[in-house]
């Protein structure tokens, strides 16, 4: 089975389609917030460059977040017209699982850390088990203040990684010695991994039933509801 997959969920647009052969095609690009005027080019490009036709596709996996809210909207509304068009099925995977599984041979905790803006972050921790990681706390959002007091709560060694935690490194190393690596974005690529190995599970959904991940409301709800 031929699974593109879809992700968008911070500034980078991430796309890639592969099967049990692996990744084929992928592509990435982080140029401001230009979602919804790449995504299109970027699902053509990648297919071409992949002699796939889009009705080959069997599957769309897409990055359901945390994240950026018009980015995540972007994604999901593209990958969810394509799937019922196409009449297949869908499988959504959390940004920060995505995050975690590119660190997978880590032997700390590793703890992806998404820019939520507003001087706040996405983040939850996971461990590596055999073939990948495994969650062992919820996603949370939340000042930078309480990623700090959560690390310390637990008092472990741990491996940070996503754009959340580069913007806020000097604040997160004062609160907290750790090591902070390279792993800036949730791609499209560990995403068709995942969803590959959920597949052969037959571990899909229908488009209707793929919701986002918030863990906190809109900007335009907020302002409503302050006002």
């Known amino acids: 089975m031929l699974i593109l997959g879809i992700d968008t969920a911070t500034e980078q647009i991430s796309v890639a389609v592969g099967g049990h052969e692996g990744v084929i095609a ?13 995504l299109t080019p970027s699902i053509e490009f990648v297919l071409a460059q992949a002699d796939i036709e889009i009705s080959e596709v069997g599957l769309i996996a897409v990055d359901i977040g945390p994240g950026l809210f018009t980015g995540m909207r972007v994604g999901l509304a593209a990958a969810k017209a394509m799937a019922q068009a196409l009449r297949i099925p869908m499988i959504g995977i959390s940004s920060l699982d995505l995050l975690a599984f590119r660190s997978r041979h880590c032997d700390r905790v590793i703890v992806p850390v998404i ?3 507003k001087g706040e972050v996405f983040w ?7 073939g990948g990681v495994q969650q062992v ?9 309480d990623l700090i007091a959560d690390l310390l709560a637990r008092s472990q060694e ?18 907290y010695h750790c090591e902070i690596g390279g792993d800036v974005h949730p791609s499209a690529a560990p995403l068709v991994q995942l969803a590959h190995a959920r597949a052969l599970r037959e571990e899909w959904v229908s488009a209707r039933e ?10 335009a709800q907020i302002n409503w509801t302050t006002r």
Do not use: C, K, N, W
């Open 210 to 219: 793929i919701e986002p991940i918030y863990l906190r409301a809109p900007d």
């Open 26 to 38: 992928s592509f990435e690009l982080v140029r401001g917030r230009r979602h919804a005027e790449v």
């Open 137 to 145: 706390s919820a996603p949370t959002v939340g000042p930078v203040d």
């Open 115 to 117: 820019d939520a803006r």
């Open 158 to 175: 741990v491996l940070l990684v996503g754009d959340g935690a580069l913007r806020y490194r000097e604040e997160i190393l004062e609160g």
């Open 124 to 130: 939850s921790m996971y461990r590596q088990v055999p």
